[in-house]
């Protein structure tokens, strides 16, 4: 679009020069239409200023959106290995205490059959005095 008016408005400027106007309504006609051409190559040189500048700041934008989202991801993930580490922690120490307890009703039932034996062993000793 903007090499289309820049190419009318050359063409505008070739077609007056070409033009010989000896009235004084024809070239003050030329001379505004003159001015109009210069006026669109400058709107047409703005234009294209603002679409770079436009396209800049889309850059940016898209720039600063992935960083906050790759911060995001960074953040997401690090939470996630901290739960992950306070599970595991969780169920070491679940494990940890089955465990225990599990020695402990050992160690109980250790302590009642050595208990049962001894008991028997005093009752055998008992029978065995009697003869």
Same mark, same amino acid.
């Given at each position: 679009m903007n090499k289309k008016l820049s190419i009318l408005a050359a063409a505008a400027v070739f077609a007056l020069s070409a033009c010989t106007n000896e009235t004084p309504t024809a070239q003050n006609e030329a001379a505004e239409a003159e001015a109009a051409a210069q006026e669109a190559g400058a709107a047409a040189a703005d234009a294209v200023d603002a679409a770079g500048d436009a396209a800049a700041q889309s850059v940016d934008a898209a720039a600063a959106a992935t960083g906050e989202a790759a911060a995001e991801v960074g953040n997401a993930v690090e939470d996630a290995t901290d739960e992950a580490r306070a599970a595991a922690n969780e169920a070491t120490a679940d494990a940890a205490a +089955? #465990? /225990? %307890? +599990? $020695? @402990? *009703? #050992? !160690?109980?039932? $250790?302590?009642?059959? /050595? =208990? =049962? *034996?001894? /008991? *028997? !062993? !005093? %009752? *055998? =000793? /008992? %029978? !065995? @005095?009697?003869?």
């Open positions: +089955a #465990t /225990a %307890e +599990a $020695a @402990d *009703a #050992t !160690a109980d039932k $250790a302590q009642e059959i /050595a =208990d =049962d *034996a001894e /008991a *028997a !062993a !005093a %009752e *055998a =000793d /008992a %029978e !065995a @005095d009697k003869y």
